[in-house]
């Protein structure tokens, strides 16, 4: 591409009326220095960014960039494909690496992570202390989680043996004979497991063996140590539940629901029910879904 793009790029920012700002903040870039180095020849413009230069400015993308009009319908739909939800895309967010799909980043197979559920950072894994293999309890967490940057999930490996007379692991550091606690002499709590569309807000805690349901908020940080009831809020330290997000009815209908299991398109269809804040008009909505799906 280079510099013949470039000039083209120039030609039809400038047959549209617009400065090096407003053409950049078009396309999708914040600064409009990108521009001016696409513009010059300095940097190259990304494929996804060339398809989306294209969709914007259909009308004239084969006068500028000698598109042929039967190419058109194929690479409007290769910009669909591009564009689509996409669970195993890392940065979701479109020129920001500030947040991450978790699921294609975890390695460690006792992190289990659904479909959709993000990270404000780069490096979940990290945020999963005293995960040990030797111990084997697993973090499962579901789809559509919303994980803010700091949460911490303590694991099993925390705990040290209590129901002696003394609590330090010398086993751990070298030199000292002491082969490890049997797994009945561990304070071991079980697998922490988060369900479906839980909102975690920065800094919060989960310690071992929590059970978090679906649709639950965490306050900002919040140390959870006991189980958490689908779509409830707790916050502080240690965590206590203080309110229902919603009546009773509105719940069971939700946990019928179960939106996250659904295929992307269905989902895209719910958006104006999931995010209308007229919860009566949502809870209808959602009854007549229910009762299609029935029949």
């Known amino acids: 591409m280079g510099k013949e793009l470039g000039r083209k790029v120039k030609a039809l920012r400038k047959s549209r009326g617009m400065n090096q700002q407003q053409f950049a903040e078009s396309l999708g870039y914040k600064q409009k220095s990108m521009i001016s180095k696409i513009e010059s020849g300095e940097a190259e413009m990304s494929y996804e960014k060339l398809l989306v230069l294209i969709r914007e400015y259909m009308l004239n993308a084969s006068e500028y960039l000698d598109i042929a009009p039967g190419e058109i319908e194929r690479i409007d739909q290769q910009i669909k494909e591009i564009s689509a939800p996409d669970p195993n895309r890392v940065f979701p967010i479109r020129d920001f690496e500030g947040l991450v799909n978790v699921k294609p980043t975890v390695r460690n197979p006792n992190i289990i992570v ?87 807000g920065e800094g919060a805690t989960i310690l071992p063996g929590v059970h978090i349901g679906d649709g639950a908020i965490i306050g900002k940080n919040a140390v959870v140590g006991s189980d958490v009831p689908a779509y409830h809020v707790v916050v502080g330290n240690p965590a206590k539940v203080i309110r229902a997000r919603f009546d009773e009815e509105m719940i069971g209908l939700l946990e019928r629901l179960k939106w996250w299991d659904l295929p992307v398109e269905e989902v895209q269809t719910l958006i104006p029910t999931l995010t209308d804040s007229n919860l009566d008009r949502a809870k209808e909505r959602i009854k007549e879904i229910l009762k299609t799906k029935r029949t």
Not at 124 to 145: M, N, P, R, S
Not at 158 to 178: D, I, K, L
């Open 114 to 200: 659904g479909d959709f559920t993000y990270y404000s950072g780069n490096n979940f894994e990290a945020q999963v202390t005293h995960h040990y293999d030797f111990i084997g309890d697993k973090l499962i967490i579901g789809k559509f989680c919303q994980i803010g940057k700091g949460v911490e999930f303590v694991m099993n490996g925390a705990n040290h043996q209590m129901n002696a007379a003394s609590t330090f692991p010398f086993y751990v550091f070298r030199g000292w004979e002491m082969d490890p606690p049997k797994q009945e002499d561990l304070p071991l709590k079980g697998d922490t497991v988060i369900g479906n569309d839980v909102w975690i």
